[in-house]
């Protein structure tokens, strides 16, 4: 199962354009509220989350919340553009 909708535009056949929106609002919800579950909901249980400076490598929905949360955590005020 993916984890967004399948696209209705034909030319976007991967549903890039749907997944790129839908990463920046969840990046934009986590960045304003603290929510982390809309970037969350993005991850497939096999998935693999982690960055160069991190020790462990965290997998899945739960791993990814940990992620996004300790990410989110570092920082006061944010804000991507």
Same mark, same amino acid.
């Given at each position: 199962m993916k984890p967004y909708a399948a696209p209705s535009d034909t030319s976007d056949?991967?549903?890039a354009?749907?997944?790129t929106a839908r990463s920046v609002a969840a990046l934009d &919800?986590? /960045? *304003?509220?603290?929510?982390?579950e809309d970037l969350v909901s993005l991850y &497939?249980? /096999? *998935?693999?989350?982690?960055?160069?400076a991190a020790v462990e490598v965290l997998r899945g929905p739960?791993?990814?919340r940990?992620?996004?949360?300790?990410?989110?955590?570092r920082f006061g005020e944010m804000r991507t553009e």
């Open positions: 056949p991967l549903g354009s749907s997944l &919800r986590l /960045e *304003a509220h603290g929510d982390a &497939r249980p /096999e *998935a693999e989350v982690g960055s160069v739960d791993g990814a940990r992620f996004w949360s300790q990410y989110r955590a």
